[in-house]
């Protein structure tokens, strides 16, 4: 989206092996939000059961967030195939988030971090974006059943979205 200044931030990428907080092998830092239409998602829920994929995003209603949740909502069979769970995880109140999943039809869980939690736990914030401090930049985690990093993907530029071939990829070998 030219001239939009949300997609100004020149394109760097943090990928799989690139220094940064969360490494691949890790513990997954643990993390519990609120989650649109009130219920919480807590991470520790899954270890032992399944990988859980968390898809972070800056902000409900732009348009590249907007289209990437809802692409992710039209391959949720194929993350459901992967017998992943599926969360995307945003700055924006859990009220705010309840209406955009509404509005959109998503079909998996998005989480609040309101308070910024879980994205500076994962390394993964603008310091300022729009004039709004520590928004989520766009970035992409999968975790293993045992509740390790096995993929990591933090975007600098909040239109590049990860792509969801990498994700199922990791997806297969964290099975």
């Given at each position: 989206?030219?001239?939009?200044?949300?997609f100004s931030p020149p394109a760097k990428t943090?990928?799989?092996g690139d220094k940064m907080s969360v490494q691949i092998g890790q513990q997954a830092p643990e993390i519990e939000l609120p989650l649109a239409g009130g219920d919480k998602f807590n991470l520790k829920d899954y270890r032992g059961k399944q990988?859980?994929?968390l898809l972070f995003f800056p902000l409900a209603w732009t348009s590249v967030c907007t289209k990437q949740m809802c692409d992710?909502?039209?391959?949720?069979?194929?993350?459901?195939?992967?017998?992943?769970?599926?969360v995307g995880i945003s700055v924006d109140s859990p009220f705010a988030l309840a209406k955009?999943?509404?509005?959109?039809?998503?079909?998996f869980d998005l989480a609040s971090d309101f308070n910024r939690t879980a994205s500076a736990a994962y390394d993964c914030q603008y310091d300022e974006l729009l004039g709004f401090k520590g928004v989520a930049k766009r970035s992409a985690f999968v975790i293993d059943k045992d509740g390790k990093i096995a993929y990591?993907?933090?975007?600098?530029?909040?239109k590049d979205v990860p792509p969801t071939s990498d994700i199922q990829a990791a997806l297969e070998k964290a099975r």
């Amino acid at each position: 989206m030219t001239g939009d200044p949300m997609f100004s931030p020149p394109a760097k990428t943090k990928k799989t092996g690139d220094k940064m907080s969360v490494q691949i092998g890790q513990q997954a830092p643990e993390i519990e939000l609120p989650l649109a239409g009130g219920d919480k998602f807590n991470l520790k829920d899954y270890r032992g059961k399944q990988p859980v994929v968390l898809l972070f995003f800056p902000l409900a209603w732009t348009s590249v967030c907007t289209k990437q949740m809802c692409d992710t909502r039209d391959a949720l069979s194929r993350y459901n195939d992967l017998g992943a769970k599926v969360v995307g995880i945003s700055v924006d109140s859990p009220f705010a988030l309840a209406k955009f999943k509404e509005d959109q039809g998503i079909n998996f869980d998005l989480a609040s971090d309101f308070n910024r939690t879980a994205s500076a736990a994962y390394d993964c914030q603008y310091d300022e974006l729009l004039g709004f401090k520590g928004v989520a930049k766009r970035s992409a985690f999968v975790i293993d059943k045992d509740g390790k990093i096995a993929y990591a993907q933090v975007n600098e530029s909040a239109k590049d979205v990860p792509p969801t071939s990498d994700i199922q990829a990791a997806l297969e070998k964290a099975r």
